[in-house]
């Protein structure tokens, strides 16, 4: 039972992993373009690779950035939940072998 146990632990922390990491990448990519925005001369590129990030969510979103940005993590929590389903699998396959 402590198997199955330590599978679904494992399963979580990597679908929760999974789901945030994208949404830090983006914000954290945002606050650096932000910030670079208060050096003068770069207002006007700043907001344009905002805007054009802003674009590239709302593609996803159906209209809405934010949308699109809780769609691309859940994709990307959904492939980690595979990759981790197929480890433990190979784990367990490889520990049958030996």
């Given at each position: ?8 632990r ?60 809780f ?16 480890a ?11």
């Amino acid at each position: 039972m402590t198997v199955f146990t330590n599978f679904l632990r494992s399963l979580l922390l990597t679908i929760v992993f999974s789901f945030s990491l994208p949404m830090l990448l983006v914000g954290g990519f945002l606050l650096v373009v932000s910030l670079l925005g208060h050096i003068p001369g770069l207002q006007g590129i700043n907001e344009a690779i905002a805007q054009q990030i802003i674009h590239f969510l709302a593609t996803f979103g159906s209209g809405t950035p934010l949308r699109g940005l809780f769609v691309i993590s859940l994709t990307c929590s959904f492939v980690g939940a595979l990759f981790d389903v197929y480890a433990y699998y190979r784990c367990q396959i490889l520990r049958i072998d030996s």
